[in-house]
């Protein structure tokens, strides 16, 4: 089914809470546990569980105001349409920015992890390939992208369960639960904030606001419950992983979870790390496209980046632009660079979101739920590597500087 028209240049409202919830299982099973767990392991050693469970605090506070604010203003564009209802239009732009940086440099990563799974000596090439193919398919429809992403999410949890049997029947190398007390907190809040990238994936539940059933009732109940199990996931996934392998050998493998699993299933751990890679990119591909299209709305990207397909109602001139933003990633960045980038920019993102969640009516929990995931974000985003941090800061100040320029050169041709 490709849809009705819609001649408002609305999107429709398709998804029902399980399509709510699948999105984002889709935008979070198999980063963390594919991408950065090695790179985490080596900040952290054995404390990567602590550093699992306070990306997962932070990413439950960002969670809860993200759906209360959903609730609130049920449209495409999460934090960016939050900030500018709630605390006026630089904030939006700011999270706007934050979430189209954020979440492009997510996207390149992904595929190049799927290149990297598929096939290691020829990465970029099936990256690049992966990009059109998720393009074509989101162009396809929002409800034929949630069947697919239901496809793939049951398949990377069938590997993950392979793995983590694997895992715990070999000899223990390391104890998951001993020598925390030896990483400094700051490393642990550092592999925190690169854990966190495994997270962010509900925010594709806000952004398809305007495409969800009572969104009121739908996204407060679909946020949580995707992001516990993610939670649950990766904490097993990670306690197994270290029990096999140790930190040391997690942070040096190229394919962490296949050094855990062992050799004999080190195929099949390729082949789930490339399904899980193009889940997340299938699901983070049309949330990044429609925050693209809610900043076009309101003229802070071409106005021709609003458009909305006329038969199968999806944002396709986002779709294509962003598509071709991570085609150039994808063939000048490395992976570790991009997840760099996309943690810094993402907890910015969700720092506006939290500062937007306190200007709700409500209980005092509200508040105090948001403030702490306000200052969760704005620690783990300092806490990370100066290369990612200034690299973030550099791309946000070169959008608010070509947006000023944009702004007299209007002003100019009206005057």
Known sequence: MTGTPSPSGRLERRLGPGDAVV??????????????????????GTALLPALLLAGAVATANAMST????????????AYVYGRRRLGE??????GWAF???????????????????????????????????????????????????????????????VVVSALFRPAVAAPFAGWADTAPLDVARAAGLLFFAFAGYARIATLGEEVRDPA????????????IVLAVYAVVAIAALRAAGPDA????PA?????????????????????????????V?????????????????????????????????????GAVVLVLVLTAAPVTAIGLSGFAVLLYYAVANAAALTLPGHPWRRVLSGAGLAGCVALALSLPPVSVLSGAAVLLGAFALRAVVRVLRTRRRG
């Not at 999105?23 to 952290?44: Q, T």
């Not at 630089?90 to 999270?95: E, F, H, K, Q």
């Not at 009732?217 to 516990?228: E, F, K, M, N, S």
């Not at 962490?256 to 299938?282: C, F, N």
């Open 217 to 228: 009732r739908t996204i407060p109940r679909a946020v949580p419950l995707a992001l516990g």
């Open 250 to 253: 997690l942070a040096l493998a």
């Open 100 to 162: 189209v940086t954020g979440k492009t440099a997510s996207c390149a990563a992904m595929a190049l992890t799927l290149g990297a799974y598929a096939w290691p000596g020829h990465a970029r090439a099936v990256a690049a390939a992966a990009v059109v193919a998720v393009v074509a398919v989101n162009l396809c429809g929002v409800t034929r992208t949630a069947r697919v992403t239901r496809v793939l999410v049951a398949l990377t949890l069938a590997v993950l369960a392979a």
């Open 90 to 95: 630089t904030w939006g732009v700011l999270a």
């Open 23 to 44: 999105l984002g299982l889709g935008s979070m099973l198999g980063a963390g546990v594919f991408a950065v767990l090695g790179p985490a392991a080596a900040v952290a």
């Open 286 to 322: 049309a949330g990044v496209g429609r925050t693209v299209l809610a900043m076009a709305r309101d003229r802070e990207l071409p106005a021709g980046l609003a458009a909305v397909h006329p038969r199968r109602a999806v944002p396709h001139h986002a779709e294509l632009a962003v």
């Open 67 to 78: 759906a209360w604010l959903a609730a609130r203003h049920p449209e495409s564009g999460g």
């Open 256 to 284: 962490p979870l296949a050094t855990a699993a062992g050799d004999g299933l080190a195929p099949l751990v390729r082949a789930g790390g490339a399904v899980a890679s193009a889940g997340v990119l299938v699901a983070l």
